[in-house]
Nanobody, 130 residues
Framework: QVQLVESGGGLVQAGGSLTLSCAAS??????????MGWFRQAPGKEREIVAA????????YYADSVTGRFTISRDNAKNTLSLQMNSLKPEDTAIYYC?????????????????????WGQGTQVTVSL
């Protein structure tokens, strides 16, 4: 079981940067064996995947809307997941969540969606102003 806590959200002007962090408290090394993902949910919209990274950091996936602007990374030794967000746009405004894939050692690539992930954190608010 993985317990996740997000941090790093805030208010930033368009064009600015933020780095989100996700700290995992995992028993039995559960964090290091799972693909991790960042998701976001804007008001009135469904939760969507933003980025994902495989358990060994070899593979990563980005939604088209953030490709080239966001970078996902992880440190298994520290049980942490990060999301570097650059060139932020007002449409990036949302609550951002981290989550762990329900299957160990499994990469879904472009087929990943919210139903495949669990152990959701409480989220961190990102607001991008004009």
């Amino acid at each position: 079981q993985v317990q996740l806590v997000e941090s790093g959200g805030g208010l930033v002007q368009a064009g600015g940067s933020l780095t989100l962090s996700c700290a995992a408290s995992a028993s039995g090394g559960a964090f290091s064996i799972r693909t991790m993902g960042w998701f976001r949910q804007a008001p009135g919209k469904e939760r969507e995947i933003v980025a994902a990274i495989s358990w060994n950091s070899v593979r990563s996936y980005y939604a088209d809307s953030v490709t080239g602007r966001f970078t996902i990374s992880r440190d298994n030794a520290k049980n942490t997941l990060s999301l570097q967000m650059n060139s932020l746009k007002p449409e990036d405004t949302a609550i951002y969540y981290c989550a762990a894939d329900t299957r160990a050692f499994y990469w879904r690539g472009t087929f990943a969606n919210t139903a495949d992930f669990g152990s959701w954190g409480q989220g961190t608010q990102v607001t991008v102003s004009l």
